[in-house]
């Protein structure tokens, strides 16, 4: 919930969590963009609502859809800026999405499930079942009965909203994501790959291009070389209690903004791996808005 109070302060309350933050902005920012450079056009857009201080920096991001005339009128109300932006060019938001201001935060107002404690231990006891059942069905010469059964399962699972039971239809689900966490470690470890296994992480493509990837899927890649607007070196930094990371060109260019937590041993040995030079600083508020504002690319 959005409330407007005096002197130009806005109060965010979460219903979800109870949490509430008063905070003063320059800018309220609308947004609406593509959710990566890489999306199709039919990709669902991300829309929210951000409150950005007087250097562009953004305090507080509220993603979700919000109706128009309710924004303009409490803005108003507030003595605060408004822009909506509609859909522009989806790389400018993303980057101005990234620029986070110190004590940035994100407030999705998601009710947090109560039932949270033992949805896992539901998941995995169905999901042993789905074996089993697997395993009777098909040594009774009756595979085509369990594809049936798992088909109707995964469509009434899109209208029940039941995620979580997915790997009651699909078993192999709770080896398979197992293995694949325990791979990428690996691959982190032996330095061809750094981050997190959900993503964002950094990985080397084909054709000498680093991609960007999410939950196994490139958003984003940039072309290695010693050449501007080509990957050169890696940039960890921190500006306050801000973390993240640039990829950058040989003239110190920003191409891609990650802010978030990363590991500097990690990146260390990644950078070393690809031949890639790498820098750990810690920015001055000018150093950092500079590389944030002028940024290809980013990954709110």
Do not use: C
């Not at 979800?16 to 008063?22: I, K, L, R």
């Not at 973390?243 to 110190?252: E, M, P, V």
């Amino acid at each position: 919930m959005l409330t407007s109070g005096q002197h130009q302060t806005l109060t965010v309350t979460d219903k979800a969590s109870g949490d509430s933050v008063t905070l003063t902005p320059a800018l309220l920012y609308r947004y609406r963009h593509s959710p990566t450079p890489a999306s199709d056009e039919d990709a669902a857009p991300v829309e929210g609502l951000a409150a950005l201080d007087a250097d562009g920096l953004v305090l507080l991001d509220l993603p979700g859809d919000w109706y128009g005339p309710h924004l303009e009128e409490l803005a108003q109300k507030a003595g605060i800026p408004l822009e909506d932006i509609g859909f522009r060019s989806s790389s400018k938001v993303r980057a101005a999405l990234a620029s986070r201001a110190p004590g940035w935060r994100r407030i999705r107002g998601l009710p947090l499930p109560s039932t949270a404690t033992w949805r896992k231990p539901v998941a995995i006891g169905t999901a042993f079942a789905g074996v089993a059942l697997m395993a009777y069905l098909a040594s009774s010469g009756m595979w085509v009965a369990w594809r049936g059964i798992a088909t109707i399962g995964r469509v009434l699972l899109d209208f029940l909203d039941a995620k979580w039971l997915f790997m009651a239809f699909s078993p192999a689900l709770l080896l398979i994501r197992p293995a694949r966490i325990k791979f990428h470690r690996l691959r982190v470890k032996r330095g061809l790959a750094v981050g997190p296994y959900g993503g964002p992480y950094l990985i080397l493509g084909s054709f000498n291009k680093l991609h960007i990837t999410r939950a196994g899927v490139v958003i984003a890649d940039v072309r290695l070389g010693e050449s501007p607007g080509r990957a050169f070196s890696l940039l960890l930094y921190r500006y306050e209690g801000l973390t993240g990371l640039f990829i950058l060109d040989i003239k110190g260019r920003a191409l891609h903004h990650l802010p978030g937590h990363w590991s500097p041993q990690d990146v260390e040995h990644f950078a070393k791996r690809h031949d890639l030079l790498l820098a750990v600083h810690r920015l001055s508020r000018e150093e950092y808005l500079d590389l944030a504002r002028n940024s290809r690319e980013a990954t709110p």
